[in-house]
T-cell receptor
Framework: DAKTTQPTSMDCAEGRAANLPCNHS???????VYWYRQIHSQGPQYIIH?????ETNEMASLIITEDRKSSTLILPHATLRDTAVYYC???????????????WGLGTSLAVNP | GAGVSQSPRYKVTKRGQDVALRCDPI?????LYWYRQALGQGPEFLTY????????KSGLPNDRFSAERPEGSISTLTIQRTEQRDSAMYRC???????????FGPGTRLTVT
């Protein structure tokens, strides 16, 4: 079972920031938070990941709470092309065997409206 | 450079037939993953390899499903004696190292009639 919970759907106006929350209250100390998105029927696309510090790249920012039990993915200026399902996943980054796999939930379906 | 490729993109087969799905990962990527995705659901992990070694096959539904990556590059997912419930999108992903982000292929849409 997925170790994260996300809202089923969200709406955002084009040009505004989209803030997608994720709860991962049972996260372990060696687990990272990963975000992927899937546009329509395409393959999932990596966005960003982090351990405990906030992270930013050209696509998005990731804000992780101090207790690491939740995080928020921020798309600073959402466009219509950001309409997709966004998945938040926790995963051990180092170690062997079964801990390496990604367990996907249902994600958040983000609709960016003109 | 070239991304992950999968073939065929679409496969229609009759119940009881065997099918082989191919994945070409990004050149040099150590890890290769297989997932299955039903409509409206997130990808479901099947198995993964580091180089040629199968590290985790806990997601394979039953013994009709098998996968190999004999030379640490191309991988084949084989489904024997296909059943209608096997119909799904089968996705392959690769990563430079196990802990790195995964790059996904376009998938193979399998339909069992």
């Amino acid at each position: 079972d997925a170790k994260t919970t996300q809202p089923t759907s969200m709406d955002c106006a084009e040009g505004r920031a989209a803030n997608l929350p994720c709860n991962h209250s049972t996260i372990s100390g060696n687990e990272y938070v990963y975000w992927y998105r899937q546009i329509h029927s395409q393959g999932p696309q990596y966005i960003i990941h982090g351990l405990k510090n906030n992270e930013t790249n050209e696509m998005a920012s990731l804000i992780i709470t101090e207790d690491r039990k939740s995080s928020t993915l921020i798309l600073p200026h959402a466009t219509l092309r950001d309409t997709a399902v966004y998945y938040c996943i926790v995963r051990v980054a180092r170690g062997a065997g079964n801990n390496r796999k990604l367990i996907w939930g249902l994600g958040t379906s983000l609709a960016v409206n003109p | 450079g070239a991304g992950v490729s999968q073939s065929p993109r679409y496969k229609v087969t009759k119940r009881g037939q065997d099918v082989a799905l191919r994945c070409d990962p990004i050149s040099g990527h150590v890890s290769l993953y297989w997932y299955r995705q039903a409509l409206g659901q997130g990808p479901e992990f099947l198995t993964y390899f580091n180089y040629e070694a199968q590290q985790d096959k806990s997601g394979l539904p039953n013994d009709r499903f098998s996968a190999e990556r004999p030379e640490g590059s191309i991988s084949t997912l084989t489904i024997q004696r296909t059943e209608q419930r096997d119909s799904a999108m089968y996705r392959c992903a690769s990563s430079a190292r196990t802990e790195d982000e995964q790059y996904f292929g376009p998938g193979t849409r399998l339909t069992v009639t």
